[in-house]
């Protein structure tokens, strides 16, 4: 299976495809959240493949152009579509939640976020978990890590989170080991021991399950 993260973090201002940027000003008619849900929409029906008339005849429900090929069939791939915001937008204003950017749980396959020791607020992630939108679909994280200082404790905090929130079925360790040091496992030595010690867990299989 392969995970696919499309237009990933659409409400960080640091991306060029965020409607907003860092100061909150809209980047354009082409960059809006409406035409971000409409490329998502269109990106899961073209991947996931199947009868182009089927495909096509959903495009033309969406107003959306209809795909152009001599083939009859598209092919199926074995893809989940990772949708995967920030549990507050960057900038943190109200029209960067990430609710105005869900483009429906027919079109995702898993909901995930990113979560690193700088920013540790359980109560954010409990919100980012728990709210209804996307309810219909298991939950990623898709990043999370130590950023900056060793913090073991955080470690332990993040796998206290996933034992208790169970539609937690992946997790993805990130660091940088050449560009950003900063975000090094081998610069967190106690952190690095406090993962080690939690990857006993014998829910830590190291593959993500394989969805129906």
């Not at 495809?17 to 082409?30: E, K, M």
């Not at 609710?99 to 898993?110: A, I, N, S």
Request: charged letters at 20%.
């Amino acid at each position: 299976m392969t995970y696919l993260r499309p237009l990933s973090e659409m409400n960080n201002g640091n991306n060029p495809y965020s409607p907003y940027d860092l100061n909150g000003r809209p980047r354009g008619p082409a960059y809006t959240v409406k035409q971000f849900i409409r490329a998502w929409r269109r990106i899961a029906l073209i991947v996931r493949g199947g009868p182009l008339a089927v495909i096509n005849r959903k495009l033309r429900g969406l107003h959306m152009r209809q795909v152009r090929t001599s083939l009859e069939m598209l092919p199926s791939a074995p893809v989940s579509l990772m949708w995967v915001p920030l549990s507050f937008g960057n900038p943190e204003i109200p029209k960067n939640h990430p609710r105005f950017f869900w483009p429906g749980c027919r079109y995702v396959d898993w909901v995930g976020t990113t979560w690193y020791s700088m920013y540790k607020a359980s109560q954010a992630m409990n919100r980012m978990y728990s709210y209804p939108l996307w309810r219909c679909r298991p939950f990623a994280f898709a990043e999370w890590g130590i950023w900056g200082r060793d913090d073991p404790a955080f470690v332990r905090q993040f796998f206290n989170f996933v034992r208790f929130h169970r539609r937690v079925l992946m997790a993805v360790y990130y660091q940088s080991a050449l560009l950003k040091p900063e975000f090094r496992l081998s610069t967190h030595p106690l952190a690095r021991a406090a993962l080690r010690n939690a990857l006993r867990w014998r829910r830590m299989t190291g593959v993500a399950p394989i969805l129906p």
